[in-house]
T-cell receptor, first 112, second 108 residues
Framework: EAQVTQNPRYLITVTGKKLTVTCSQNMNHEYMSWYRQDPGLGLRQIYYSMNVEVTDKGDVPEGYKVSRKEKRNFPLILESPSPNQTSLYFC???????????FGPGTRLTVT | QKEVEQDPGPLSVPEGAIVSLNCTYSNSAFQYFMWYRQYSRKGPELLMYTYSSGNKEDGRFTAQVDKSSKYISLFIRDSQPSDSATYLCAATGNQFYFGTGTSLTVIP
């Protein structure tokens, strides 16, 4: 089954404790991206990657890191999480990043 | 100014009504315009897309883009309770830009 998987689905952590949210796709897509979704602000792009070893900042990259060492994986790293990073995070993948993206199920992160 | 602005709603209509959802965008370089649908506790899914200007129809759904006024619309005919969801408009330049979403409830 074609899908994008994210882990964990739910995470509660404390300020400053480094964490990684994993994202994996099995569709051989070139393009992958991370979003955060907040009430009233909608879906905002954090980082995207057009291919292995190629990443670019989206609208809200501050406080986040990504890497793309393999085509199928695109982990999101929060080196020192803060409460304003409490949000619902989505990973997505696409053939070419033009219009159709497949989204993962989301990761609800709470930073206290 | 946000790249894509969307009427926030929420919108509540009776079953069978025609629904109109609207967005505006600011960057004339945008070429692809999309509508995603997001059910509660799920990730968004692509509903329809349009390349450049014009209309596109898929069953009860019609997507419309007017590049002269930078307006994106989605029309839903004969709305059904299963259409209840949040609808997100989006556009692409070198990255994806999403509107804030409109929550739609179709009442049986």
């Amino acid at each position: 089954e074609a899908q994008v998987t994210q882990n964990p689905r739910y995470l509660i952590t404390v300020t400053g404790k480094k964490l990684t949210v994993t994202c994996s796709q099995n569709m051989n897509h070139e393009y992958m991206s991370w979003y955060r979704q907040d009430p009233g602000l909608g879906l905002r792009q954090i980082y995207y990657s057009m291919n292995v070893e190629v990443t670019d900042k989206g609208d809200v990259p501050e406080g986040y890191k990504v890497s793309r060492k393999e085509k199928r994986n695109f982990p999101l790293i929060l080196e020192s999480p803060s409460p304003n990073q409490t949000s619902l995070y989505f990973c997505a993948s696409s053939w070419d990043g033009k219009y159709e993206q497949y989204f993962g199920p989301g990761t609800r992160l709470t930073v206290t | 100014q946000k790249e894509v602005e969307q009427d926030p709603g929420p919108l509540s209509v009776p079953e069978g009504a025609i629904v109109s959802l609207n967005c505006t965008y600011s960057n004339s370089a945008f070429q692809y315009f999309m509508w995603y649908r997001q059910y509660s506790r799920k990730g968004p899914e692509l509903l329809m897309y349009t390349y450049s200007s014009g209309n596109k129809e898929d069953g009860r759904f019609t997507a419309q883009v007017d590049k002269s006024s930078k307006y994106i619309s989605l029309f839903i005919r004969d709305s059904q309770p299963s259409d209840s969801a949040t609808y997100l408009c989006a556009a692409t330049g070198n990255q994806f830009y999403f509107g804030t979403g409109t929550s739609l409830t179709v009442i049986p």
